[in-house]
Each structure stands twice: as C-alpha cells, then as structure tokens.
T-cell receptor
C-alpha cells in the first residue's frame, strides 16, 4: 500500500544529543513536509521540500535540520540547539504545490 | 495575516447531535480550505475540502460552509457519533498562482468528544 512511514514511533533524547527522525514515502510525491505538534497549538511547519536537493525553512526551523537526497526520503534532525524538543513530529507529502497532504503516524520525541 | 483562527478549542456533543467548528482567516489569497481529522497517536487525515467558488460542500455527514465575504468557514458534523471523537483541524493555503508555496496554515485544533 502507498503511504508515509515514520520511524521510530517513540524516541528519547539525552541532553546535548542530536537525534534523527526518519520519513519515507512511496506515493511518488515531489513535496515533503515536517510539522511539529504541541497541545493546543495545532501543526507548525518546520521545513519543507518541493524537489530533491532543495528545501526551505518553515515557521519554526531553528534547532532543526533536514536533507533531501532522495525523492522518497526526508529525514529530520533535532539538534542540541533545540531547547524544547519534546513534541509530536509529523511528516507529510503531496504532489508539487498540490493537495491533499498525506501524513505519517508521527514520532513522539521526549527528553530523558 | 497568515493565521487561521479556530474555535472552540474543545467541544462535547451528545450522540446524534450536530457538531460545529468554526475557522476564520485574513489572507484573501487563500483559495483552498481543507479540514483534517486526527485520532490519538495517528497523523491527520484529510476529511473534506472546499474552494472559495462554492458556499457549501457536503460529503456524507460532513459539511463545510464557506462565507467568502466574512472570511470564515465552518465544519458541521451531522448526527455525530462516538466514532467521530477526534481532533479536527482547519487549514488554508494559496493553491494557484505564483503565491503558491505549498504551505498549509493550520488552525489550533478542536478536540471533539461525542457522548453515547
């Protein structure tokens, strides 16, 4: 079945540690997105990519980094510079500039 | 101007009742307004969407009402069921033209509980 796979489902980070969240899609979508979800704040865009080897900052990119080396993959690294990383992270994809966005089932990141 | 404001934050409805969630926007360049449904521990899934050239769109028990002049749109869930208990997000974006960045702007979300 076509879809978006995020892994791991749960992730724990120690202070000062970088962690990488995986996002893979087999929908043949050009565009991919990373969102952060906190209670009562909706979804906030971290980074997005409309084509391989290109990506743009979203509204809350500080403390995060991404790469887009393959069309199917858009990993997100939460760096030690992100002081409040505890959140639910969602990856999505869509056709270029199009809708709808299809979402994965998220990764919940917590601090040890 | 990029914000989408959603209300209420939470909603409790009896089974069989009508659930109504409202959203308002400022950016008149927005031309695509989807609603997403999210169950706990899952990613959001598209429920229904509307373009501003129509005032209403219905799919089963779900209806979007759109008021372009007021820059408001709402989701109505008729005959609400316990299985509808979830978090609902409205969103908006500019789909066409050079302003299209592919970015969806989400409302803050509404947690709906339908009591049996």
């Amino acid at each position: 079945d076509g879809g978006i796979t995020q892994s791991p489902k749960y992730l724990f980070r120690k202070e000062g540690q970088n962690v990488t969240l995986s996002c893979e899609q087999n929908l043949n979508h050009d565009a991919m997105y990373w969102y952060r979800q906190d209670p009562g704040q909706g979804l906030r865009l971290i980074y997005y990519s409309q084509i391989v080897n290109d990506f743009q900052k979203g509204d809350i990119a500080e403390g995060y980094s991404v790469s887009r080396e393959k069309k199917e993959s858009f990993p997100l690294t939460v760096t030690s510079a992100q002081k409040n990383p505890t959140a639910f992270y969602l990856c999505a994809s869509s056709t270029i500039g199009g809708q709808p966005q299809h979402f994965g089932d998220g990764t919940r990141l917590s601090i040890l | 101007q990029q914000q989408v404001k959603q209300s209420p934050q939470s909603l409790i409805v009896q089974k069989g009742g009508i659930s109504i969630i409202n959203c308002a926007y400022e950016n008149t360049a927005f031309d695509y307004f989807p609603w997403y449904q999210q169950f706990p521990g899952k990613g959001p899934a598209l429920l229904i969407a509307i373009r501003p050239d129509v005032s209403e769109k219905k799919e089963g028990r779900f209806t979007i009402s759109f008021n372009k002049s007021a820059k408001q749109f709402s989701l109505h869930i008729m005959d609400s069921q316990p299985g509808d208990s979830a978090t609902y997000f409205c969103a908006a974006m500019t789909l066409h033209g050079s302003s299209n960045t592919g970015k969806l702007i989400f409302g803050q979300g509404t947690t709906l509980q339908v009591k049996p």
